[in-house]
Nanobody, 120 residues
Framework: QVKLVESGGALVQAGGSLRLSCAASGSIFKINVMGWYRQTPATQRELVARITSGGSTNYADSVKGRFTISRDNAENTVYLQMNSLKPEDTAVYYC??????????????WGQGTQVTVSS
């Protein structure tokens, strides 16, 4: 029904930057919330940042001031600009969307994940 394609994960040195992208496609009436989560083998999946259709954002405390989430509503795409990366940012990053396939009926979809590795 809805496909999420993520890109942008890579190996980068500490202090560097990356930009993740997640494009949604399919039978979409409206995308309400788009967000990024991350997970390591030792941790549960956690929220990194999320953005509503109106542009309101929330960030994990650990990334505030370093990461910026944005979205292109016309392209159904969400971005995560990650600056001043730290080794502890190393994780698989997942895109998540809350999508109305038809009015007032919301569904949750996840991307396949993209690996971000920050070397010290």
């Amino acid at each position: 029904q809805v496909k999420l394609v993520e890109s942008g994960g890579a190996l980068v040195q500490a202090g560097g930057s990356l930009r993740l992208s997640c494009a949604a496609s399919g039978s979409i009436f409206k995308i309400n919330v788009m967000g990024w989560y991350r997970q390591t083998p030792a941790t549960q999946r956690e929220l990194v940042a999320r953005i509503t259709s109106g542009g309101s954002t929330n960030y994990a405390d650990s990334v505030k001031g370093r990461f910026t989430i944005s979205r292109d509503n016309a392209e159904n795409t969400v971005y995560l600009q990650m600056n001043s990366l730290k080794p502890e940012d190393t994780a698989v990053y997942y895109c998540k969307t809350l999508v109305e396939l038809y009015p007032s009926k919301e569904f949750q979809f996840w991307g396949q994940g993209t690996q971000v590795t920050v070397s010290s």
